[in-house]
Nanobody
Framework: QVQLVESGGGLVQAGGSLTLSCAASGSIFSRYTMGWYRQAPGKQRELVARITSGGNSNYADSVKGRFTISRDNAKNTVYLQMNSLKPEDTAVYYC?????????WGQGTQVTVSS
């Protein structure tokens, strides 16, 4: 069992930056692939970025070059550094953890980017 708690969301102006954090507890964090997803009103949840247990990462095309995912296994935490934010980045951001058939989600944190 893995519990995930996101933090760091908020209101920011376009062009600004935010860093989201997701703290994990309850299992061996380092063995999980960690991901950030987002869901805007009226839209499906979509992958933003993912980082494997080995540190390999991939990004949605819409955030490449602006967002960076990282993990600190000693702190059981995954981060999403978001730069050059755009109004279309406004969404609830969710953290997830995947290992085999096990999938866990956090409760989400709201990010609002004003124009």
């Amino acid at each position: 069992q893995v519990q995930l708690v996101e933090s760091g969301g908020g209101l920011v102006q376009a062009g600004g930056s935010l860093t989201l954090s997701c703290a994990a507890s309850g299992s061996i964090f380092s063995r999980y692939t960690m991901g950030w997803y987002r869901q805007a009103p009226g839209k499906q949840r979509e992958l933003v970025a993912r980082i494997t247990s080995g540190g390999n990462s991939n990004y949605a095309d819409s955030v490449k070059g602006r967002f960076t995912i990282s993990r600190d296994n000693a702190k059981n935490t995954v981060y999403l550094q978001m730069n050059s934010l755009k109004p279309e980045d406004t969404a609830v951001y969710y953290c997830n953890a995947v290992r085999g058939f096990n999938l866990y989600w956090g409760q989400g944190t709201q990010v609002t980017v004003s124009s």
